[in-house]
């Protein structure tokens, strides 16, 4: 399946990339992660367990476990505060 793969902040900045579209044969947003950290260096580090970010599929926060489709937004980003 193809996705579109936006980043944000300093996802966008360590990766060098705002946006992507990735071939995706996997079913769920961690095999997503589990496919972008084996790319090594920043990616693995970024996107490392412990690391903060956060993932929405399609404008909508997901967990880990959220199955993915076909054509799917998803994007990668730091939590962010406000005041």
């Known amino acids: ?49 412990g690391r903060a970010f956060r993932l929405a599929v399609d404008q909508e926060i997901v967990a880990l476990d959220a199955v993915l489709h076909d054509g799917a937004e998803v994007a990668i980003f730091p939590p962010v505060t406000g005041g």
């Open 1 to 49: 399946m193809k996705l579109r793969v936006l980043y944000f902040a300093r996802l966008r900045e360590r990766f060098g990339v705002a946006e992507e579209g990735i071939e995706f044969a996997g079913a769920t947003a961690g095999d997503l992660l589990a496919q972008l950290q084996a790319r090594g260096g920043a990616w693995a580090e970024e996107l490392a367990a």
